[in-house]
């Protein structure tokens, strides 16, 4: 049983030394300051030692601890610290998800095509996904997979269908036949597409107001889109004398009312062909691919007995094949008329290009022939028969 704390102490017998009077609490309390006053140096000079000057003492209440912890860790080594262990989880995680990746590609190239052979694609790639969502490459390469089955699954009814050989015979004879019948505009507008035109005038003529002395050669020269041609003029205006002489360059189409040649009054009207079919002759079958680009006030040039002729294209007309009247015009100055079929590769109308003689002077021009060219043309040339025309009877 331990004493009251409040009685007081008993007083020593009367001689000796007298101590103070002091109770248990006041003793502990004593003894607690103490204890942490040493506390407190100890800590201080710890701290004094690391080089901290921020410690300073604080008088302790009895409900405060105030001391420094015995060691500190530098915020540049836990940075270091952390950025490994992120680094080591990223790379782990990467290489985790790749390799599931890796998996599932796997599976869909080893059950895709025994999928495909059964005629369920959809099944195989959601057996080897494992309802995991697809990602944009995999939704592709789905759609991709859906669409080869379904090409080939038709392909291979097509295939195994009786109707198959003959519908491809079927087809290839079609094409067969239409190239056979228009070949000359598929050729014609190919030709026109790939010829070279608007070259330099300078390129063929060096002066072209000049009568100069050429080749007593008949030739058509038209810079603009690259054209220079032989011209045949010994040939009969009927239609077979016209293709015959085309093979061979362009015919001189003379017909009373437009009967004369260059240097003469009137109009002389020179055929060529814009295209024709491939089985026929010559090396001039789209000679006149081109005209339909020629406008007002472009240059062509007529060689004829020695002599340049310049013209001006003055008028550009489409007419019928048989309104062989818009040639004779009775025109009393000297030009020529370039004639050939239109729409290209076609014999449906005619194309009229014509140009005044602009040089040498055309007030020097001679009287137009009064000679019979051996009767009037009921149409204008045009295109060969083709090969189909042909072989039904077309002369």
Not at 1 to 13: G, S
Not at 28 to 43: C, L
Not at 192 to 199: F, L
């Amino acid at each position: 049983m331990q004493p009251d704390d409040n009685m007081p102490i008993q007083k020593p017998p009367q001689g000796g030394t007298q101590p103070p009077e002091r109770s248990i609490a006041a003793s502990q309390a004593a003894a607690a300051d103490v204890t942490r006053h040493q506390i407190d140096a100890i800590y201080s000079k710890q701290a004094a030692d690391e080089g901290r000057t921020d410690v300073t003492a604080v008088e302790p209440t009895p409900y405060q601890r105030n001391h420094t912890p015995s060691h500190t860790i530098r915020s540049e080594e836990w940075n270091r610290y952390h950025s490994a262990w992120q680094n080591y989880y990223q790379k782990y995680y990467e290489h985790y998800y790749m390799g599931a990746v890796r998996q599932v590609h796997q599976a869909y190239t080893s059950r895709l095509p025994s999928q495909l052979d059964q005629g369920h694609p959809t099944q195989a790639i959601g057996t080897a996904t494992s309802n995991e969502p697809l990602s944009k490459d995999e939704a592709m390469y789905d759609l991709r997979a859906q669409l080869v089955d379904k090409v080939q699954s038709s392909a291979k009814k097509v295939r195994k269908s009786r109707h198959f050989v003959p519908l491809v015979s079927a087809i290839g004879v079609l094409l067969l036949f239409v190239f056979l019948q228009y070949n000359s505009i598929i050729i014609g507008n190919v030709k026109a597409y790939v010829t070279p035109g608007e070259i330099d005038p300078q390129n063929i003529v060096v002066d072209p107001n000049a009568s100069l002395a050429v080749s007593k050669d008949p030739v058509l020269i038209i810079p603009k889109i690259n054209v220079n041609v032989p011209v045949i003029y010994n040939v009969t205006p009927d239609q077979t004398s016209q293709l015959k002489a085309m093979e061979r360059g362009l015919a001189w189409f003379g017909i009373p009312g437009a009967n004369s040649k260059p240097g003469q009054i009137g109009n002389t009207v020179l055929s060529g062909h814009s295209s024709n079919d491939f089985t026929d002759g010559g090396k001039y079958k789209f000679v006149f691919a081109l005209l339909d680009r020629l406008k007002k006030g472009d240059i062509f040039y007529v060689h004829y007995n020695g002599t340049r002729y310049t013209y001006n294209v003055t008028k550009i007309r489409v007419v019928k094949p048989n309104d062989v009247k818009s040639l004779q015009d009775g025109t009393t100055k000297p030009e020529v008329t370039l004639l050939t079929c239109t729409p290209l590769g076609t014999a449906l109308n005619r194309l009229l290009v014509t140009g005044e003689q602009i040089s040498p002077n055309p007030a020097t021009a001679a009287k137009a022939p009064q000679t019979d060219t051996g009767g009037e043309a009921i149409t204008m040339p045009g295109t060969a028969p083709t090969l189909i025309e042909r072989l039904f009877g077309a002369r």
